[in-house]
């Protein structure tokens, strides 16, 4: 069982930026981001994937690609989602993900059925 805290989201202008982080309880060997609105499917955000200990794979939407950065701190087991340049349609709940067994492909991270467990969401705010 893996359990998962995030933290970090609030309220931001446009133009600003904002960290969120999701520490993670136990071995994971992929995780990723999502949001989503009310009344929305939830997207996928940025995914990261690693081997051995500093090894890391990142994976963007197109939506985030040049604007969000996806790192981890392996000491810590903690994966960070560093957003840049928000927008107001950034604004969502946004979701860590963690996956801890099978295969790791790294498209494939996009797909939420890919990760077994999941945080309880953290509310990033972008006011026009």
């Known amino acids: 069982q893996v359990q998962l805290v995030e933290s970090g989201g609030g309220l931001v202008q446009t133009g600003g930026s904002l960290r969120v982080s999701c520490a993670a309880s136990?071995?994971?060997?992929?995780m990723g981001w999502f949001r989503q609105v009310p009344g929305k499917e939830r997207e996928f955000v940025a995914a990261?994937?690693?081997?051995?200990?500093?090894?890391?794979?990142?994976y963007y939407a197109d939506s985030v690609k040049g604007r969000f950065l996806i790192s981890r701190d392996n000491a810590k087991n903690t994966v960070y989602l560093q957003m840049n340049n928000l927008k107001p349609e950034d604004t969502a709940v946004y979701y860590c993900?963690?996956?801890?067994?099978?295969?790791?492909?790294?498209?494939?991270?996009?797909?939420?059925?890919?990760?077994?467990?999941w945080g309880q969401g953290t509310q990033v705010t972008v006011s026009s």
């Open positions: 990261i994937k690693w081997s051995g200990v500093s090894t890391y794979s990142p």
């Open positions: 993900a963690a996956k801890t067994r099978g295969l790791v492909l790294l498209n494939l991270l996009a797909v939420g059925a890919q990760y077994e467990y």
């Open positions: 136990g071995r994971t060997i992929a």
